[in-house]
């Protein structure tokens, strides 16, 4: 109940944003959670988590943009999957994976191991399947994520990639728990986030992450930095660790 109630208020402050209704801000803590509310900015849903407003989700209406022609010149997916140093044989977690735009370039560097496919809407995995048929690919498999959890199996994946992703999560410490419960030992999690230390980047402001934030949010469920990788012209790749055995 205290979950349902919590997911009212969200999607109502939200709805008060799309219309105007500002008026009537809150600052009420959610019990045994770091989740504050206050009235949502402009492109943010009202939901503060360790100083961060959660951004509003890029609908399925979107796809278009994900799938962009420019956006290989924009974001050079092909230079950011080089970074991630994949094995042939990983198990790769795209989380938020949309249209499958990184699942299945992943795919094709893991021939012997397997993406899994997360997303909460199931308009963006009816795009993943269709163009599985139309590929071939048999290494991708959708799973239908909640808005709290992955739903992947336990100490199954290698690496968990978000792109552009994990700044939309609307329980971003529950999400990243079911995440790093799927992870084994010593398995990484990687963000690309567009840098908010750029002004000059020109991307909504909640849809920007900054390496302290990430550390902080990472940190806040056991997870280890590592680097930051900055190769990338606009989004810096942070990664980061779970901690291994013994």
Known sequence: ??????????????????????GCATQ???????????????????????????????????????????????????????ALELRRDDVVA?????????????????????VLAVDLQPEMLALIDQKKEETGLTNIDPIQGSLDQPNLPLNSVDLALMVDAYHEFAYPREMMQGIVAALKPGGRVVLAEYRAENPLIL????HK???????????AVGLR??????????????????????
């Open 1 to 22: 109940m205290a979950r349902f109630l919590s997911l009212f208020l969200v999607c109502l402050l939200a709805t008060a944003s799309l219309f105007g209704l500002s």
């Open 203 to 206: 991307i909504k402001r909640l």
């Open 94 to 114: 795209d989380i938020g994976a949309g249209t499958g735009y990184f699942s299945f370039r992943l795919a094709a560097k893991v021939p012997d191991g397997k």
């Open 209 to 219: 992450m900054s390496q302290r934030q990430a550390q902080k949010e990472m940190a």
């Open 225 to 246: 930095w590592i680097k930051t990788d900055e190769r990338l012209p606009q989004q810096h790749l942070l990664f980061f660790e779970k901690p291994g055995e013994g």
């Open 28 to 82: 009420q803590l959610e019990a045994g959670t770091d989740y504050t509310y206050s009235s949502p900015s402009s492109d943010g849903i009202g939901k503060i988590y360790l100083g961060r407003e959660i951004a509003q989700v890029m609908g399925h209406e979107g796809a278009y943009w994900l799938e962009r022609p420019s956006r290989e010149l924009e974001e050079r997916p092909q230079t950011a999957l080089e």
